[in-house]
């Protein structure tokens, strides 16, 4: 494993990288929840990256932004929800290394402006709205802008949905390196790390870490978005990609999906989730978000109270998103 773990992190060095998190977050245990289950539990913070008000994103946007600033790149454009945390942490990378942003969100302009829209604002990104929330139709806008900047001179810089793209896919390999990390300052292992799933790319980078350092447990995802089969392909695709751009390969066993907790689809709120977030702000002092870790977590309660990770070491990610809960409508 020793030998695997530094080519990977070799060939990780070899990629252009903006330093924008505090990494290596925080990785503890969840006393109360461990108590009550009879289960270890901990927590991996990624919540706490300390960029732009945290969240799994930032991770990828440290290669991203690597890459658009070798290439001399001045305009950043993506897209994603009313309130993605991708887009707010993307506007505020592009206001951190001095580029414009431009971001295509799904929705109508609200009165108000809260939560990561409001956020956005504040960092000075240039919002454009598509009323529409099928993935598709933003990423052709967000295609359409990027060519009219394009047009005017600017050095564009698109970046796809949630920066599930390999170069975006590599900041979640080295998120599985410092939870290798993290299991030897704890002096534990895990045995089964579980996570909010959306657009796959940090289930796509934990595999990666996991088939290219060999790494014995499990990675379960907790589908936000769409249901198991399609997230499963989609997964293991840029697994693929992204292990051969890192001169690795994995395999399509280690890709688990559960998409029982994701109830009527994305961003809409389950109680299974209300009850999960106000467990873990009620035991742990924790606050997760009703789009991803809330569900997440509804997946890691039920699975503990079902007896189903008996005897298992369990590392909950937690990936952020809380900003949503000071949005309104
Ligand atoms: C807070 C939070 N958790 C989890 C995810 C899911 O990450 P991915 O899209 O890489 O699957 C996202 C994606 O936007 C997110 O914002």
């Given at each position: 494993?020793?030998k695997?773990?530094?080519?990977?992190?070799?060939?990780?060095?070899?990629?252009?990288?903006?330093?924008?998190?505090?990494?290596?977050?925080?990785?503890?245990?969840?006393?109360?929840?461990?108590?009550?289950?009879?289960?270890?539990?901990?927590?991996?913070?990624?919540?706490l990256?300390?960029?732009?008000?945290?969240?799994?994103?930032?991770?990828?946007?440290?290669?991203?932004?690597?890459?658009?600033r070798?290439?001399?790149?001045?305009?950043?454009?993506?897209?994603?929800?009313?309130?993605?945390?991708?887009?707010?942490?993307?506007?505020?990378?592009?206001?951190?290394?001095?580029?414009?942003?431009?971001?295509?969100?799904?929705?109508?302009?609200?009165?108000?402006?809260?939560?990561?829209?409001?956020?956005?604002?504040?960092?000075?990104?240039?919002?454009?709205?598509?009323?529409?929330?099928?993935?598709?139709?933003?990423?052709?806008?967000?295609?359409?802008?990027?060519?009219?900047?394009?047009?005017?001179?600017?050095?564009?810089?698109?970046?796809?949905?949630?920066?599930?793209?390999?170069v975006?896919?590599?900041?979640?390999?080295?998120?599985?390196?410092?939870?290798?990390?993290d299991?030897?300052?704890?002096?534990?292992?895990?045995?089964?790390?579980?996570?909010?799933?959306?657009?796959?790319?940090?289930?796509?980078?934990?595999?990666?870490?996991?088939?290219?350092?060999?790494?014995?447990?499990?990675?379960?995802?907790?589908?936000?978005?769409?249901?198991r089969?399609?997230?499963?392909?989609?997964?293991?695709?840029?697994?693929?990609?992204?292990?051969?751009?890192?001169?690795?390969?994995?395999?399509?066993?280690?890709?688990?999906?559960?998409?029982?907790?994701?109830?009527?689809?994305?961003?809409?709120?389950?109680?299974?989730?209300?009850?999960?977030?106000?467990?873990?702000?009620?035991?742990?002092?924790?606050?997760?978000?009703?789009?991803?870790t809330?569900?997440?977590?509804?997946?890691?309660?039920?699975?503990?109270?079902?007896?189903?990770?008996?005897?298992?070491?369990?590392l909950?990610?937690?990936?952020?998103?809380?900003?949503?809960?000071?949005?309104?409508?």
């Open positions: 494993m020793e695997k773990l530094r080519y990977l992190e070799k060939r990780l060095r070899s990629f252009p990288r903006e330093p924008l998190s505090l990494a290596p977050t925080p990785c503890h245990r969840l006393n109360s929840l461990s108590q009550i289950y009879g289960v270890e539990v901990y927590c991996k913070r990624d919540d990256t300390g960029f732009g008000f945290g969240g799994n994103k930032t991770r990828k946007l440290e290669f991203l932004i690597g890459e658009a070798e290439h001399g790149c001045d305009t950043l454009v993506t897209s994603g929800g009313i309130q993605s945390n991708f887009c707010r942490l993307t506007a505020a990378a592009g206001a951190a290394t001095g580029m414009t942003v431009h971001l295509v969100l799904g929705g109508r302009r609200p009165k108000e402006a809260t939560g990561n829209l409001l956020l956005n604002e504040m960092l000075g990104a240039q919002i454009y709205y598509v009323d529409s929330t099928d993935w598709n139709a933003l990423e052709a806008e967000s295609e359409r802008i990027a060519r009219e900047l394009k047009g005017k001179g600017r050095k564009v810089f698109r970046i796809p949905i949630g920066g599930s793209v390999p975006g896919i590599a900041g979640y390999v080295s998120a599985f390196i410092e939870v290798l990390e299991e030897i300052r704890l002096k534990k292992s895990f045995d089964h790390i579980i996570h909010a799933s959306g657009s796959g790319g940090t289930q796509a980078g934990l595999v990666v870490g996991k088939d290219m350092t060999g790494w014995k447990g499990s990675i379960t995802g907790i589908s936000v978005a769409m249901e089969g399609s997230l499963e392909r989609k997964v293991f695709e840029l697994a693929m990609e992204t292990a051969t751009l890192l001169g690795g390969r994995v395999s399509r066993k280690s890709v688990l999906v559960d998409d029982n907790f994701l109830g009527a689809g994305y961003a809409i709120k389950t109680d299974r989730a209300e009850k999960a977030i106000e467990l873990f702000a009620r035991k742990e002092g924790i606050f997760l978000d009703h789009v991803y809330g569900k997440a977590a509804s997946a890691l309660l039920e699975w503990l109270s079902r007896g189903n990770l008996d005897g298992q070491r369990i909950f990610l937690h990936t952020g998103g809380q900003v949503e809960l000071f949005a309104r409508g």
